[in-house]
C-alpha cells in the first residue's frame, strides 16, 4: 500500500463523523475498531512470529478490569492489618495502568509458555485465559465476579464539551479508538519492519535456522507477546470505558475466536490483514443482525472460517495482492507485446 | 479419614469418564496430528443423544447409550470425511482452525436445536446410595465407573490385538512406511477420528445423566481433555488414561480442600504447571513430536 491510500484512509476515518448521524453505526464502528485493536495485536504474535495464541482475550479482559479498577477505586486486604487502597484515579490514568499491566501479564505468560511449541503452546495459552476468567469469576471482594463492575467512568469524562449529550460521547469514543488504533498500527508497523522484525518472521519460517545464525529466539517471542499483551490490554481498556460494564465474560473463548478469524481472514503476517478481516467481520454481524438468529450467525461464522482454511489459506490481503501483481505483470507483458510487433512493422515497412 | 475415603472414591468414578475423554483425545492427536476441537462437541452430542433416545422416544436407558455411542461414531466419521480427509499434509495450525469452525458450528447448532435450558436425564437405578464402610456412592455412578472401564479396556484391547489396531499402530509409528506396507491410510483415518469420537461421545452419554445436558457442556470438557491428554503426553494413550484419574483426583481434592470455586481452575493449573516443569507429559518415556 502506498502512503498517498494510507493518508485518504486515515483522512476518512477522521472525518467520518461529518457525514455519520446515526448513534447506531457510531457504536458498530467502535466496537469494530475496538477488536480490530484486539486482532492487530493477536496478528504480531500470530502472523510475524507464528504462534497462534488461543489465550489472547485474557490480555484484553486483564486490560478492561485494570483500567475499570483503577477508575473505579479499589481495596484489597492484604493482611489483617492492612489494606491496599487505591483511590478512583483519572481514566487516562487507568489506561496507562492496563498498557503495564497487561504488558507485564504478557511477560509472564510468554517466558513461561515459549518453552513449548505448536499445539502445546496453544493449550497453555488457553489455559491461561481460562484461569484468568475463573479467578475473574470467583474473586467476588475484587472484581464483584458475576455481579460486574458498574458505572465505569467513560473515556472522555473530564473533557467538559464532551460529557454533553450521548452523540457527542459517541464521537469522543470513536476519535478516541482511532486514535489509538493508530497508534497500534504504527508501532506494529515500526517493530515488524525493523531488526526484530525480520528476526521475527526468521524465526517463524525456520526456527533452528534463527537460533543457529544468532537469533535470540526466547527474547523475540517475549518482546512480541509483550508489545501484543500491551495492545490488547489497550482495546480491552476502551472497551470497558465505552460499554462502562466488565464481568467474566469478557475473558469468553469466543472473543479470542472473533479475533483469531478477523486475522486468518484477511491475512496473517500482514499489516493491512487484521484490519480487512476487522472491516469484514466486524460489518458481518450487524448486517445478519436482523435477519438471522445470533446462533445461525455463529454458524454462519464457523463455515466461513472453515471455507477462509480451505480456500484462502493465506487470506484476503495476501490473495489480493497476488492477483494484482499478475494482473500488473500481464499489463506489462501486453503493453510490451504491442510495442515489440510495432517495431517490427515498422521494421517491415522500411 | 472416611471424607478423604469419599474424596478418592469420586476422583475413581469421574476420572473413568475423563479417561475415556482422554484417549479418545490422544488417540486422534498420536496418529493423525490433529488437535480436536471438536472433541467437546462429540461429549455434548453423546449426552443429547441419550436425552433423545432415553427421555424423549421413551427407549430403554442402556440401549440408548449404544445407539449415542454408535451415533458419535457416525457422526465423528462424518466429520473426518467431510473436513479431514481433504486437509492430508496440512500444518497442525490448520487443522485446528478448521476444527475450531467445527466446534463453532457444532455447538451453535446444538443451542438452536435444544436451546440454551438445561436438561436431566433420569437414570432408571434406586436412589439408595450403596454405603460400605462409611463411604457412600450412588449406584447410578457406580454404573458409569463400570461401563467406562469397560469401554477403556475395550479400546485397548482393539488397539493391541486386533488386526485394525495393529495397522492403527503402525500408522502411529511411522505412516510412510505403514503405506507402503500395503496399509490404507485414509481407512485408518477414517477410523481414527471415529473411534475417537465415539469415545467421547460415551463419556457424554455417561457424564450427563449424571450432571446436566446443555449445549455448552463441551466448552470445558474439550479443554479437560487437552489438560488429560498434555497430563499424559500427547499421544500416549495409557498416560491419557493416568492423566484422567489425576484431573479428577486433583479436581476432587482441590473442590474438597482449597475451594469449590476453583474446582475447574485446577485443570488448568495443571496444565500450566505440568507444562513449565516437565513438557513431555508425566507419563511419557519417549515421545515422537512433529
Redesign the interface.
Known amino acids: 500500500m502506498n502512503t498517498l491510500a494510507k493518508w485518504l484512509i486515515v483522512a476518512f476515518l477522521v472525518t467520518v463523523p461529518l457525514w455519520l448521524g446515526n448513534q447506531y453505526q457510531y457504536h458498530v464502528l467502535i466496537m469494530m475498531g475496538i477488536f480490530t485493536i484486539g486482532a492487530m495485536s493477536l496478528n504480531l504474535l500470530l502472523g510475524y512470529t507464528g504462534q ?1 495464541s488461543l489465550g489472547h482475550v485474557a490480555f484484553f479482559g486483564i486490560g478492561a478490569y485494570t483500567s475499570s479498577l483503577v477508575s473505579l477505586g479499589f481495596d484489597l486486604q492484604l493482611t489483617d492489618s492492612y489494606t491496599f487502597v487505591v483511590e478512583p484515579k483519572p481514566v487516562w490514568f487507568a489506561f496507562f495502568c492496563a498498557l503495564i499491566v497487561s504488558g507485564l501479564c504478557g511477560w509472564f505468560v510468554g517466558k ?2 515459549f ?2 511449541r ?3 503452546f ?3 495459552t ?3 485465559a ?2 484468568v476468567r ?2 475473574a ?2 474473586w467476588v471482594d475484587l472484581t464483584e465476579g458475576p455481579m460486574a463492575l458498574n458505572n465505569i467512568p467513560p473515556l472522555a469524562s473530564g473533557v467538559p464539551w464532551m460529557e454533553a449529550g450521548a452523540l457527542s460521547r459517541r464521537v469522543a469514543n470513536y476519535y478516541m479508538v482511532l486514535a489509538v488504533g493508530l497508534v497500534a498500527f504504527l508501532i506494529i508497523q515500526r517493530l515488524v519492519q525493523s531488526r526484530v522484525g525480520r528476526a521475527m518472521i526468521a524465526l517463524r519460517e525456520n526456527e533452528s535456522l534463527a537460533k543457529s545464525v544468532g537469533v535470540d529466539v526466547t527474547r523475540y517471542l517475549v518482546l512480541a507477546a509483550i508489545t501484543s499483551a500491551a495492545i490488547a490490554g489497550a482495546a480491552g481498556a476502551l472497551y470497558a470505558h465505552y460499554v462502562r460494564i466488565v464481568d467474566p465474560d469478557v475473558f469468553l ?2 472473543y479470542t ?1 472473533t479475533m ?1 478469524i478477523m486475522v ?1 481472514s484477511g491475512g496473517k503476517g500482514t499489516l493491512a490483514g487484521p484490519l480487512v478481516g476487522g472491516l469484514i467481520f466486524g460489518i458481518l454481524p450487524e448486517l445478519t443482525r436482523g435477519h438471522m ?1 445470533p ?2 450467525q ?2 454462519v ?6 471455507l477462509i ?2 480456500f484462502l ?1 493465506q487470506g484476503i490481503v495476501p490473495a489480493v495482492q497476488r492477483g494484482w501483481a499478475t494482473w500488473q505483470k500481464r499489463r506489462d507483458q501486453s503493453a510490451r507485446d504491442t510495442s515489440a510487433s510495432n517495431g517490427r512493422r515498422q521494421e517491415v515497412a522500411r | 479419614m472416611d471424607q478423604l475415603l469419599q474424596h478418592l472414591l469420586n476422583a475413581l468414578i469421574l476420572g473413568s469418564t475423563y479417561a475415556l475423554l482422554g484417549i479418545g483425545l490422544t488417540f486422534i ?1 498420536g496418529i493423525m496430528r490433529v ?1 480436536n476441537f471438536a472433541h467437546g462437541e462429540l461429549y455434548t452430542f453423546g449426552a443429547y443423544m441419550v436425552y433423545l433416545f432415553s427421555v424423549l422416544l421413551g427407549v430403554n436407558f442402556l440401549l440408548s447409550i449404544v445407539i449415542a455411542i454408535v451415533l458419535g461414531i457416525m457422526l465423528g466419521a462424518l466429520l473426518e470425511w467431510v ?1 479431514l480427509s ?1 486437509l492430508r499434509g496440512a500444518d ?3 487443522t ?3 476444527m ?6 457444532m ?3 446444538e ?2 436445536i435444544w436451546s440454551g435450558v438445561a436438561k436431566s436425564i433420569p437414570m432408571p437405578f434406586p436412589e439408595e446410595p450403596l454405603s460400605v464402610g462409611g463411604v457412600s456412592v450412588a449406584w447410578s455412578r457406580v454404573f458409569v465407573f463400570a461401563v467406562a472401564i469397560l469401554l477403556i479396556v475395550g479400546s485397548q484391547t482393539l488397539i493391541q490385538r486386533t488386526r485394525l489396531g495393529k495397522a492403527m499402530r503402525a500408522t502411529f509409528q511411522d505412516r510412510d512406511t505403514a503405506s507402503l506396507m500395503g496399509i490404507n491410510i485414509n481407512m485408518i483415518y477414517l477410523a481414527t477420528f471415529a473411534l475417537g469420537s465415539g469415545l467421547a461421545a460415551a463419556a457424554g452419554a455417561l457424564l450427563g445423566p449424571i450432571f446436566i445436558v446443555m449445549p455448552t457442556m463441551g ?1 470445558l470438557a474439550v ?1 479437560k481433555a ?2 488429560i491428554v ?1 497430563l499424559g503426553g ?1 499421544g500416549n494413550m495409557k498416560g491419557a488414561a493416568l492423566g484422567g484419574f489425576v484431573l479428577a483426583l486433583v479436581e476432587e481434592l482441590g473442590a474438597g480442600y482449597i ?1 469449590s ?2 474446582r ?2 485446577m ?3 495443571l ?2 504447571l505440568v ?2 516443569v516437565k ?1 513431555t507429559g508425566l507419563f511419557a518415556r519417549t515421545e515422537r ?2
Open positions: 497462534l513461561l509458555s518453552r513449548v505448536g499445539a502445546y496453544v493449550i497453555v488457553i489455559s491461561f481460562e484461569v475463573l479467578v469469576l470467583n473463548f469466543i475466536v483469531v486468518i438468529l446462533e445461525v455463529w454458524i461464522y464457523g463455515a466461513l472460517m472453515i482454511v480451505f489459506p | 492427536f488437535v473436513l481433504r497442525i495450525d490448520t485446528m482452525l478448521v475450531i469452525g467445527a466446534w463453532i458450528i455447538q451453535n447448532a443451542q438452536l466448552n479443554v487437552f489438560a498434555i500427547l475451594s470455586g476453583y475447574d481452575a485443570g488448568f493449573l496444565i500450566i507444562l513449565m513438557p513430536i512433529g
